[in-house]
T-cell receptor, first 116, second 114 residues
Framework: AQKVTQAQTEISVVEKEDVTLDCVYE???????LFWYKQPPSGELVFLIR??????QNEISGRYSWNFQKSTSSFNFTITASQVVDSAVYFC?????????????FGQGTRLTINP | KAGVTQTPRYLIKTRGQQVTLSCSPI?????VSWYQQTPGQGLQFLFE???????NKGNFPGRFSGRQFSNSRSEMNVSTLELGDSALYLC?????????????FGPGTRLTVL
């Protein structure tokens, strides 16, 4: 079975602080994909990043960075110099293929509040 | 390129009624998947369609059904609504060409069952 755990239910920081959102996953698949999505109050899930299980390189995109470590089954997300607009619920998700079909398994989400 | 669209955005129904939600995928995307989001259960997979065929189904009762049309648009139907069906229903589309593709989500339909 596949499982994603986001242990941090809510995080609140002051603007300009750095913040890391944790994600731990479980899967028996050798090939799998990890994702982060952002859900602002409007409700739409906004895609942030996708990483496959063979690529452990860390990635940086502006103020966002991701740390993928297979040894600890973790895929953490860091926001540097946070801004109020970063306030949202963030979801980590895992996907494997089942006979060609795709299915995302989501964590419970972390509600991030950036205070001015 | 237009994103995934879902209609209606909001719905209020009463117990026992049925409801149909619609999803139009991104142009060129052939697969559509549906997810239910509730405060208690989080985001849960409902089903996935590709070329008008259901390829995968989540652990939901038979009251939840869906279909996909030849233009890749999809509908999901919930019959005999229960209070617990109140949720945000999200649709996602992707290309589905070989390797797993990123799923792009629509704004969702918020269903309230009274």
């Amino acid at each position: 079975a596949q499982k994603v755990t986001q242990a941090q239910t809510e995080i609140s920081v002051v603007e300009k602080e750095d913040v890391t959102l944790d994600c731990v996953y479980e899967t028996r698949d050798t090939t799998y994909y990890l994702f982060w999505y952002k859900q602002p109050p409007s409700g739409e899930l906004v895609f942030l990043i996708r990483r496959n299980s063979f690529d452990e390189q860390n990635e940086i995109s502006g103020r966002y960075s991701w740390n993928f470590q297979k040894s600890t089954s973790s895929f953490n997300f860091t926001i540097t110099a946070s801004q109020v607009v970063d306030s949202a619920v963030y979801f980590c998700a895992l996907e494997g293929q089942i006979q060609g079909a795709q299915k995302l398994v989501f964590g419970q989400g972390t509600r991030l509040t950036i205070n001015p | 390129k237009a994103g995934v669209t879902q209609t209606p955005r909001y719905l209020i129904k009463t117990r026992g009624q049925q409801v149909t939600l619609s999803c139009s995928p991104i142009s060129g995307h052939r697969s559509v998947s549906w997810y239910q989001q509730t405060p208690g259960q989080g985001l849960q997979f409902l089903f996935e369609y590709f070329s008008e065929t259901q390829r995968n189904k989540g652990n939901f009762p038979g009251r939840f059904s869906g279909r996909q049309f030849s233009n890749s648009r999809s509908e999901m139907n919930v019959s005999t609504l229960e209070l617990g069906d109140s949720a945000l229903y999200l649709c996602a589309s992707f290309r589905s060409q070989g390797a797993p593709d990123t799923q792009y989500f629509g704004p969702g339909t918020r269903l309230t069952v009274l």
